[in-house]
């Protein structure tokens, strides 16, 4: 429990700070300043923290990068990570152009459900948005997914005024036809990537949805994530709405974001952090341990400062964790 009385029960765990995409939203074009290997926590001081993480209540644990499949060996770590006491949920956020690759190893280890990220129907759209050619890649990974049984999965599409607002119905048929889940997520002012990229405000979109395709409140949550959910009135889909700028979610946050070089992020929209390498490698107890992240709890914040304070983060969102 934090000092608002919330309860962190949810952990989005940085394997890599590496991806094979540059979305304009998340890493600039040439960037190489990544974190050295020798600094990536291994699989060892993983396990081990996120141990310790789920005896004090954390039971839910997200894979995310960057882009996670990078991460050589990632579904040796998930079987491990998977059989942790009390870690009862764990999932995986991607890209979709490793899942051909990597799925069927996935599912076995114990990964359960998944977050595509797809910002556009239009294979062109993609390549600019994402720097690369790999449509069609992601939309194989994403029927193989589904023939694998991942479920639910997740499409998760940043919404940017004048780049793929267009789209947003066409997306929403499209996830309709195909049984996934559609997510809608406002940019946020995470690094100089993050500010450049166009806002576009969700709650009118939301509105225009609900007329369109007869779209009802959704009570129950789809998984731990912060969206507001609507669906429609069979049942069959689901949309939810990620708005932290036009109507944050702060006083219900319950996770935390752990880095690939250790860092535990308190607050995707403020600085308090609290690195865990120095401890695991120190020669820390458990205890030791224990403390330090009780300690770290006590530091998140009330909320973020996106609007006061929208040049406050530099660090980029793909550093962060997702």
């Known amino acids: 429990m934090d000092r608002f009385g919330r309860r962190i029960d949810y952990l989005r765990l940085s394997v890599t700070d590496r991806c094979d ?22 699989f060892e001081e993983i396990e081990r923290l996120l141990g310790i993480f789920a005896r004090l209540g954390v039971s ?54 998944l977050n595509v990220s797809l910002d556009t129907l239009q294979p062109e759209r993609f390549q600019q948005i994402s720097g690369r050619a790999a449509f069609e890649q992601v939309l194989s990974g994403l029927a193989h997914a589904q023939q694998l049984g991942f479920a639910p999965i997740k499409i998760n599409m940043v919404a940017m005024r004048g780049v793929n607002d267009d789209e947003i119905e066409d997306m929403v048929s499209f ?8 997510r809608l997520i406002e940019t946020m002012p995470v690094g100089e990537t993050g500010r450049r990229t166009e806002f576009l405000d969700l709650q009118p979109v939301i509105q225009r949805l609900q007329r369109k395709f007869g ?29 932290p700028i036009s109507q944050h979610f702060c006083e219900s946050c319950n996770r935390v974001r752990l880095t690939v070089d250790g860092t535990l992020y308190l607050c995707l929209g403020q600085e308090a952090h609290v690195e865990f390498r120095p401890l695991l490698r120190g020669g820390a107890s458990d205890a030791e341990i224990v403390t330090t992240i009780r300690h770290a ?19 980029f969102m793909s550093a962060t964790g997702g």
């Open 215 to 243: 779209l009802i409140d959704h009570i129950e949550p789809i998984g731990a994530g912060p969206a507001r959910y609507f669906r429609t009135p069979d049942g069959r889909f689901s949309l939810g709405l990620i708005t």
């Open 175 to 182: 996830c309709m036809d195909r049984g996934f889940v559609l």
């Open 21 to 42: 995409l540059r979305c304009r939203y998340c890493m600039p074009e040439g960037f190489k300043n990544f974190e050295e290997p020798a600094h990536w926590l291994t």
């Open 60 to 113: 839910r644990v997200r894979l995310t990068g960057g882009e996670p499949l990078l991460r050589r060996n990632l579904p040796q770590l998930a079987e491990r990570l998977a059989k942790l006491p009390g870690l009862n949920d764990l999932s995986l956020s991607t890209n979709g152009t490793q899942l051909i690759k990597h799925g069927a190893a996935l599912k076995a280890a114990g990964v359960s459900r």
């Open 297 to 315: 709890i006590e530091l998140k914040p009330e909320r973020h400062e996106f609007k006061e304070q929208p040049h406050k983060i530099v660090r």
